[in-house]
């Protein structure tokens, strides 16, 4: 399972990538392969804001449609334009160019509400070892 050290997490399994005040947001690989091949990705508007744990966007593969929640609050500054095309990009490289929107940080103190990459790690064996496999909680 890929999770990267310095990334924070939800227990809705997204990520961010926090650098200079802008957090870059999106999904894990462990939702990625739960939902399974993604067909579609309604980009979230820039320039919206968005609050912490509220819906960022959604997105639909070949099992279900997901909401995506943002894990911290912001203005959506850049979106991933790329997913519009090749929505499958997330399932390749989730961790990386799969990203979804970039949002400029409105509280740095949020991320205390975050998971750490061990935390995260934690949470997943915690759900390994309760037969859960679903990303809804």
């Known amino acids: 399972m890929d999770i990267v050290e310095h990334?924070?997490?939800?227990?809705e399994h997204e990520w961010i990538n926090i650098e200079d005040g802008v957090g870059?947001?999106?999904?894990?690989?462990?939702?990625?392969?739960?939902?399974?091949?993604?067909?579609?990705?309604?980009?979230?508007?820039?320039?919206?804001?968005?609050?912490?744990?509220?819906?960022?966007?959604?997105?639909e593969s070949?099992?279900?449609?997901s909401d995506i929640f943002c894990p911290m609050?912001?203005?959506?500054?850049?979106?991933?334009?790329?997913?519009?095309?090749?929505?499958?990009?997330?399932n390749r490289s989730?961790?990386?160019?799969?990203?979804?929107?970039r949002i400029e940080i409105a509280d740095m103190d949020e991320s205390s509400n975050l998971l750490t990459a061990e935390e995260y790690s934690s949470y997943l064996e915690s759900l390994d070892r309760n037969g859960v496999v679903d990303t809804d909680e």
């Open 7 to 11: 990334y924070l997490y939800t227990k």
């Open 94 to 101: 989730c961790s990386d160019k799969g990203w979804i929107a």
């Open 73 to 90: 609050s912001g203005r959506i500054i850049d979106v991933n334009d790329k997913l519009s095309d090749d929505p499958g990009l997330i």
């Open 24 to 59: 870059t947001v999106g999904i894990t690989e462990y939702a990625q392969g739960a939902l399974g091949d993604i067909t579609f990705v309604d980009l979230p508007h820039t320039d919206s804001e968005v609050e912490q744990f509220e819906q960022l966007t959604s997105v």
């Open 62 to 65: 070949v099992k279900s449609a």
